[in-house]
């Protein structure tokens, strides 16, 4: 594997910039996690050889739920989004699944001009997206719309939801979802068993435009209970229990 020769050139917190050039993009990689040991370890491997070849100044934070509260994808994402910025001046995020392996790397992982949904075309999927206003696995945001939209809403907790919420805020902010082909903007999904689904998930989504303003970035309430510069990442251990 040639890819395995340019770990040397990362610095600690699985953080690089290009050897030769100034980067034009400062890309902070939001990965959601908690128990998925395998896809990470996979996830990086496979990630950092095609950052590193799209010539970025990046980062990748995994962001880890403590205790066994149901999951929330979204305000992992959050307070990702907001610890990375403690770390580096990025000026976009891109929202990662940690299950997802890009396939083509004309998939570039640039800081969008529009919200970018990345992961168009996913195997499991039969490589069609599944509806329009997907926003779901893979996708960029720059800080300014990022904190236009005050961030993910907080409140969904278990599968589903978060992600056509965050649509809901763009679209309400006139922000359009900006998509690569789906030729190119295609990836893989690990195998994994599904989650449970949040039954409030559509009565949260149907009334999620009472919040925009209220819940998000503006509401966000964690505790950060590690920051680690590991090898190939920066761990941060979030725990949301009061
Ligand atoms: N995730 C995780 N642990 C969990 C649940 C979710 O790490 O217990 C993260 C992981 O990054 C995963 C993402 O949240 O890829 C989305 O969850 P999942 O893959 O279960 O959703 P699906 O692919 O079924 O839509
Ligand atoms: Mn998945």
Redesign the pocket.
């Known amino acids: 594997m040639e890819a395995i020769a340019d770990f040397k050139r990362l610095q600690p917190g699985g953080r690089y910039q290009p050897a030769n050039c100034v980067a034009r993009h400062r890309v902070a990689i939001i990965?959601?996690?908690?128990?998925?040991e395998e896809?990470l370890r996979m996830f990086l491997y496979h990630m950092h050889p095609v950052l590193q070849r799209q010539q970025l100044d990046y980062g990748i934070f995994v962001v880890e739920?403590a205790g066994s509260d149901a999951?929330n994808?979204a305000s992992l994402l959050n307070a990702g989004a907001m610890e990375s910025l403690k770390q580096h001046d990025f000026q976009c995020f891109v929202f990662?699944?940690?299950?997802?392996l890009m396939e083509d790397d004309r998939n570039l992982y640039t800081c969008p001009q529009q919200p970018r949904h990345m992961s168009v075309a996913v195997d499991?999927m039969h490589y069609k997206l599944a509806y329009p206003q997907l926003f779901?696995?893979v996708s960029a945001v720059n800080r300014e719309q990022f904190e236009l939209v005050n961030g993910f809403s907080n409140q969904y907790w278990g599968?589903?939801g978060e992600d056509d919420d965050m649509y809901n805020r763009l679209t309400f902010h006139h922000l359009y979802i900006a998509r690569y082909p789906a030729n190119i903007a295609r990836y893989k999904?690990v195998k994994?068993k599904?989650?449970k689904v949040n039954p409030k998930r559509f009565d949260l989504l149907r009334k999620g435009k009472k919040r925009f303003t209220t819940d998000g970035l503006s509401s966000l309430e964690y505790q950060v209970k590690d920051v680690s510069l590991e090898k190939l990442y920066t761990r941060v251990l979030i725990d949301f229990s009061r």
């Not at 990965?31 to 998925?36: A, E, G, W």
């Open positions: 990965v959601p996690y908690r128990d998925r896809h739920q999951f994808r990662h699944d940690v299950d997802l499991s779901g696995g599968w589903g999904m994994h599904h989650a």
